[in-house]
């Protein structure tokens, strides 16, 4: 996969005098694929690089609930910077694209949806082990 395949979604904002609500939903094309497993991060310290690996199976929904961050995504060619700060919207992340997330404000709590299940297996945790799989991907 390439860095062409990672994409901001905008989830529905329902606003009433209650406040306001985000749907994520599998069914009506909102969201990309059958949730798995959830998890978030939050009291990330100043200066932390969270992530900073590839997943062979697995592909991500990344939301700022609160607070800002930065993922910077890679493909082994190029790579990109998405700034995370509004809670309606999302990055989505397919398989084997290096993704690092940083610069995490204060506030930060970072909600992340898998498609799978975790595996320690499916993880590539070193960043030339990943260009060498890319590359024999390619081969």
Do not use: C
Request: proline share 3%; net charge negative; glycine share 6%.
């Amino acid at each position: 996969m390439n860095i062409d395949g990672v994409k901001l979604l905008n989830f529905s904002n329902i606003e009433d005098m209650l406040g306001k609500q985000i749907e994520l939903s599998e069914e009506g094309g909102k969201f990309p694929f059958k949730i798995r497993r959830i998890f978030y991060s939050y009291a990330t310290e100043k200066g932390t690089v969270r992530g900073a690996h590839a997943n062979r199976e697995s592909e991500f929904v990344l939301i700022s609930v609160s607070g800002t961050l930065k993922v910077r995504v890679d493909d082994g060619k190029r790579e990109k910077v998405y700034d995370l700060e509004n809670p309606s919207m999302g990055l989505y992340i397919p398989r084997m694209v290096w993704k690092e997330m940083y610069d995490f404000s204060e506030d930060s709590v970072l909600l992340v949806t898998s498609s799978e299940p975790y595996d320690v297996n499916e993880y590539i945790r070193n960043y030339d082990d990943f260009l060498m799989e890319i590359k024999n991907r390619e081969n």
